[in-house]
């Protein structure tokens, strides 16, 4: 099971931290990330991270998100700066099994396991 935490109201250029936590039978996990769903708009992956720290963002959000993990504790962490009302979606962790494999390329992550999703709200 994947716990995120973190979302709330925040204004435009503010910053706000998620938080991401697998509990459970969980010995380790192979790449997390952050997907996001806007109202009305598909879901898209936000960033990756793999477990070896490579990292992945989308071109929105590069330059002022950071994505981070903590492999003993299985979680992952995303630090959003400078945000814009756009920025506003539910965000949802996410994270693959160990044995997942990946293919050539900047790193993804293909959900094998999800959290509840956190409302991230930015007004302008």
């Known amino acids: 099971q994947l716990q995120a935490s973190g979302g709330g109201l925040v204004q435009a250029g503010g910053s706000l931290g998620l938080s991401c936590a697998a509990s459970?039978?969980?010995?380790?996990?192979?790449?997390m990330g952050w997907y996001r769903q806007a109202p009305g708009k598909q879901r898209e992956e936000v960033a990756v991270?793999?477990?070896?720290?490579?990292?992945n963002y989308a071109d929105s959000v590069k330059g002022r998100f950071t994505i981070s993990r903590d492999n003993a504790k299985n979680t992952v962490d995303l630090q959003m700066n400078s945000l814009k009302p756009e920025d506003t979606a539910v965000y949802y962790c996410?994270?693959?099994?160990?044995?997942?494999?990946?293919?050539?390329?900047?790193?993804?992550?293909?959900?094998?396991?999800w959290g509840q999703g956190t409302l991230v709200t930015v007004s302008s």
């Open positions: 996410v994270a693959d099994r160990v044995t997942t494999k990946y293919g050539a390329g900047d790193p993804y992550v293909f959900g094998d396991y």
């Open positions: 459970g039978s969980f010995s380790s996990l192979n790449n």
């Open positions: 991270i793999t477990r070896g720290g490579r990292t």
